[in-house]
């Protein structure tokens, strides 16, 4: 039977549950789902999406007791459409998960309305890419405009790892427990060290792609972010503010070009990950691409954690750096670590000032972005800008 795609958690009625974990063998035939109780998670974690946990009743037979439910938040679908964010992380749980040498829930079940034109996302934002600066904001805003006028439907059936103690990225953690999670997304990067299995995936696109949109939404959002944020704007960060006005773009893709080429999370923060006997569990692939291994870790340490300072900053990265020769990665200097580090800091740095394009909630997730700034502009004060673009390659 044809399952129907589900719009709202509201859609995901016993029936429906029944059919889906049957399709995917997780129930027997004579397994039924009887009853369900829902109780929504991630307010103000996830911007996405949309994230249940559902109680599971049965008769016949046994199932999971709980499955975490997730759709695409209708608030924001329109830049999750544009992103690909929906297709991108069914069809990372369906081709890579089960290989990856890093702990990640299960899925249970995914499916998702297929889109021609979305199967050649890679050669339509090529063409986006080489659009005339002046006119990549007007490129930005159709994308949106159609983005909007998609009603695509995705649903994802996964593990619950409620077990687990989670992460909490407004609250941060200490400079340890920072370095459990590089030193586990460090075994994810060198197994796809410049591996041809990230290559010919249609939904695993590069990093710096869509440097030039990126930029532009960035240029767009900053008087907002800049009268909205001026109280955390010192000096170090409107100086990096100013400098990636001018250069973010080049910087985008100066860090894909220098680099080696690996399956990069892109959204590796701590409400994405989750500790399970001191070992992290990393989920929502939402964001995952193929690029520059360093993106992923100044992502993370641009936000992870609240007193971060320069000398635990370093060791930080020393470690990261061990654990990839430790896993046989000679290709790579500390110093290549280092500026494109500092590349990634400033690449992620274009996302995470644009919130105002998306749909932030109340409450956590206001705090949780005011405290992500505040961070961020401590990372990015001490990068020296003179020599970042004319750097070595790795």
Known sequence: MELSIPERLDD????????????SGVLTPTTSVTSIEREILGEGAGFLGDIARLTLAYEGGEGPATVIAK???????AMGELLGAYERESCFYDEMATDLPLSTPQMYYGDFDRDATSERQEAVLQLADRTPRLLSGLTTRMGMWVAARKKRRYILLL????DAEPGDQLTGVSPERCAAVLSAIARMHAAYWNSPAVENRFWLIPLSIDARIRHGLFRTSQPAFQERSSHLIDEGFARALEWTLEHGEDAARSLQRGAPVTLVHCDLRLDNVAFRDGEPLVFDWQLVRRGPAAYDVAYFLSGACPDLTAEDESELLHGYFAALEELGIRDYSFEALMRHYHLGLLTAMQTLTATDMMDMGEGRGVRLMEAWHERLGARVSGIDFERLLAGAPA
């Open 71 to 77: 759709l695409p938040k209708l608030a924001n679908r």
């Open 159 to 162: 593990e619950d790892i409620g």
């Open 12 to 23: 995901l009625t016993p029936e429906w549950v029944t059919a889906a974990l049957r399709d």
